[in-house]
């Protein structure tokens, strides 16, 4: 790099700075590296074709006035685009693009050259670049209105009110919203989004499943190339919004792109909000200095709601959808439908739709028929004590063995096939079911869940066991 350049684009950067505000600043031109100056020439390299795009749409002018400062009329600007090269471990490439002097870029113009079809520039597909406009892919159905408060959410939907009100401005970053399968999750997610563009319409907000994150990040790799692209796009939102983060799980790629995402946001007040089914202490497979990230903020539980918040959700629903129930109902189905939201409502959707192809009023007797298939159908869940009385009876043993201290391998095998089943079939979090099977930390059942793991792949009578244990836990 010759020192002509750099000393060039160091003035350049001073103009710059002074006509734009240092967030914009930081985000577009630091990460600016001047390459050449041939006569009045300068190449500065630019991290992708995104980050070009952006630049010459909305600092063309900026840009071309600082280098004219320097360079006088003639002065010519290159971009050097680093392109990640898919093909094996070959390094990566640069492809080397002028400043156009139009107002729009013609991608037609610029690919045709080289035979190829227009990239797709990011994930989702942005008409033009003159707007950052992207479909928030939030649900308004769910929102704070019909999020019905009791003592199992209070915490998570007050936090959630107070992002809303003032997105990356609270202590709640990221917000971390957890709980058991049925509980609001998702809901509360996309209520908190929905009031920020209701309040901010001119914020940025993007809902997205860790699914769907997943697999625009393997194609962004595996098909487009544009793995920086991937990650720009998202360094752009202002709330940023995933649901079921626990699935990035044993997906070190995709973890490295949020981690880059997740700081670039942070580091800008941009807003994040993540939900997941578990609590960051219990998430296997997510790298460290992630985990650490996610408890930066509030991680807020999402618990089984209450009997009376239980009756409030049934009244709500069945307010919404115009049908009337007789409270006996009501009471029947809040005390019978306990731990799933989902489920709940479901019964009563089953009900209603009973009673009208049945032609029959809703009365207790339909109402008993029906929970009672729906409930027998749904699976009971086992306790931690029950995992450890089946356990310890199928290898002779007493459960105070099986909780001991002694290192004697088949009890030591016993206590992590137990400490394995109750993170399998039940809701508990590491800790709890450590606490449970002898005062064990969860690090221990963390290693006895992959032991166990391990153990079935490579020790066939083991496997056995398990598999035998497996079939009378499910009866
Ligand atoms: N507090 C609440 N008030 C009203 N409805 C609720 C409440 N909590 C949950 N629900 C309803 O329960 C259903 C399930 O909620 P949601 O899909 O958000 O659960 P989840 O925790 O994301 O579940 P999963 O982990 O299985 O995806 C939704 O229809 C939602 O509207």
């Not at 392109?83 to 610029?110: F, H, V, W």
């Not at 939907?157 to 999750?185: E, W, Y």
């Not at 880059?260 to 460290?288: C, R, W, Y």
Request: net charge positive; charged share 30%; aromatic share 8%.
């Amino acid at each position: 790099m010759s020192k002509d350049a750099v000393t060039v684009w160091n003035s350049c950067l001073q103009f710059i700075e002074d006509n734009i505000t240092p967030h914009l600043f930081d985000t577009w031109f630091k990460p600016i590296k001047p390459v050449k100056l041939e006569n009045s020439s300068l190449s500065i390299q630019v991290p992708s074709k995104f980050f070009f795009e952006w630049l010459e749409e909305h600092y063309a002018e900026l840009l071309k006035a600082s280098l004219r400062k320097e360079l006088g009329r003639n002065a010519k600007l290159v971009y050097n685009i680093r392109m990640e090269n898919k093909r094996g471990n070959n390094p990566a490439y640069t492809e080397n693009l002028p400043s156009t002097k139009r107002k729009k870029i013609d991608y037609q113009d610029i690919d045709s050259k080289k035979g190829k079809r227009p990239e797709l520039k990011n994930p989702f597909v942005i008409p033009g670049i003159k707007n950052l406009k992207i479909d928030s892919q939030l649900n308004s159905n769910y929102n704070f209105d019909n999020f019905l408060e009791g003592e199992s959410n209070r915490l998570a939907r007050s936090a959630g009110r107070a992002i809303a009100n003032k997105p990356g401005g609270t202590s709640f970053n990221p917000l971390l919203v957890f709980g058991g399968s049925g509980l609001g999750k998702t809901h509360l997610a996309h209520a908190i989004g929905v009031d920020i563009k209701e309040k901010y319409p001119e914020k940025t907000v993007l809902y997205i499943s860790s699914e769907k994150f997943t697999q625009q990040f393997i194609d962004s790799v595996t098909k487009r190339n544009n793995r920086n692209d991937f990650i720009h796009f998202y360094q752009l939102v202002d709330v940023l919004i995933v649901d079921d983060i626990q699935l990035l799980s044993g997906k070190a790629g995709t973890q490295e792109a949020f981690f880059h995402i997740f700081n670039h946001l942070h580091q800008n007040g941009k807003q994040v909000v993540l939900t997941s089914d578990k609590a960051p202490v219990d998430m296997q497979d997510i790298e460290q200095r992630l985990l650490s990230r996610f408890k930066w903020g509030l991680s807020a539980e999402l618990q089984t709601p209450d009997y009376e918040t239980r009756i409030n959700i049934i009244k709500s629903k069945l307010f919404r959808d115009g049908v009337e129930m007789p409270d006996e109902i009501v009471e029947y189905l809040a005390e019978n439908v306990k731990h799933n939201i989902r489920e709940l409502e479901g019964a009563i959707i089953s009900l209603i739709a009973h009673s009208s192809f049945s032609k029959k009023e809703i009365d207790l007797e339909l109402t008993e028929r029906v929970v009672s298939n729906f409930v027998r159908k749904t699976k009971k869940e086992l306790s931690i004590g029950q995992i450890q009385k089946v356990v310890s009876e199928y290898f002779d043993m007493d459960v105070d063995t099986l909780q001991s201290k002694t290192r004697k391998r088949h009890i030591v095998q016993a206590r992590q096939i137990a400490m394995y089943f109750s993170k399998k079939m039940t809701k508990s979090s590491l800790a709890n079911i450590g606490k449970e099977i002898g005062k064990r930390d969860h690090a221990t059942v963390l290693h006895a869940c992959k032991t166990v793991d391990n153990l079935k792949s490579t020790d066939k009578s083991f496997n056995k066991y398990v598999e035998e244990l497996q079939l009378k836990l499910k009866t």
